[in-house]
């Protein structure tokens, strides 16, 4: 019987294996460079990348519980469905499925769109899968920190409709929480959803003034140009990228993606602590940038 997790040296994976520790469970963790990887103690690298099905079929040998999360890459949802397919196959007893907060909604938004339907697929099959829909990630504002510092702006163009963002901390937690519940069964057990947010509605304005609070200066919101944020993107990321980026945040402009207080409330049960807010996040993380 063991775990294995999949996208396991990302930002989320690397928090699940984080979090499956002491748990006294086996767990592997599939990556495409088993002699590199950098993992947790007692964590065994296996081979395989979600792209080539036989590789995620010898890798799931042995294993009863799975985590899945597929790559933000242009075949994502053929790569999550046949993953599935090869659980299902396997005769994996629990999955765990790191879907997206607001899929429903944003049907011109591929990524989110794409993991609604594999939402879509899990239900139809009666899968025994816990879908978690996380929402935008606290820490991807790490990458504000020159703009924070170098010129008191703070540029992710949210807009004014609110945004409950979930700190990556707590996906690793709930997703290690329900994998556990899952291994330990004696039987599998029925679907489950959950949002995985933050206790907050932000907006630009608003997170502008946590971080002029968290670092003692003034700091602005750079406003909400999706076309600049498209070609500022396009130099870090391949054009189809930017575009579904800039897709996303015309959604939260114009529909936001804010929790519910049931959302809230079912999180806080399952983690056993009320969701990380962004204002303790920003507070850390001025705190490690003042040390350098």
């Known amino acids: 019987m063991a775990i294995l997790v999949t996208g396991s040296t990302g930002t989320i994976g690397s928090q699940v294996l984080a979090h499956l520790q002491g748990h006294n469970v086996e767990v592997r963790a599939l990556t495409r460079s088993p002699e590199t990887a950098q993992l947790p103690a007692g964590v065994t690298a296996v081979r395989g990348d979600l792209a080539d099905p ?43 499925y790191l879907s997206v907060f607001g899929g429903v909604g944003y049907a011109d938004v591929p990524h989110f769109a794409g993991k609604y339907t594999v939402e879509r697929m899990i239900e139809a099959l009666d899968l025994p899968v816990t879908v978690l829909r996380p929402a935008y990630f606290i820490q991807n504002d790490l990458r504000q920190k020159d703009g924070l510092l170098k010129t008191g702006i703070y540029g992710s163009p949210i807009g004014k409709k609110g945004v409950s963002m979930v700190d990556i901390r707590d996906i690793g937690e709930a997703a290690a929480i329900e994998l556990v519940r899952r291994e330990q069964a004696a039987a ?31 700091i602005r919101h750079g406003g909400d140009d999706l076309v600049v944020m498209e070609q500022r993107t396009k130099t870090m990321l391949p054009a189809w990228h930017a ?3 800039r897709l996303m945040f015309s959604r939260y402009q114009t529909e936001g993606a804010v929790a519910t207080t049931d959302d809230i409330e079912r999180l806080t049960k399952l983690l056993g602590h009320a969701p990380r807010s962004y204002a303790a996040f920003a507070k850390d993380a001025a705190t490690q940038w003042a040390k350098g």
């Not at 489950?192 to 003034?209: K, M, R």
């Open 188 to 218: 599998p057990l029925g679907r489950e959803t959950y949002a995985l947010v933050g206790p907050d509605s932000l907006t630009g304005e608003g997170i502008a003034t946590i971080w002029s609070e968290a670092l003692g200066r003034a």
């Open 54 to 96: 036989d590789s995620v079929r010898a890798a799931l040998q042995g294993v009863t519980t799975l985590f899945l999360l597929a790559p933000n890459v242009a075949d994502e949802l053929t790569q999550a469905m046949l993953t599935l397919t090869a659980a299902r196959e396997a005769g994996i007893k629990g999955i765990v």
């Open 243 to 245: 575009l579904d980026l």
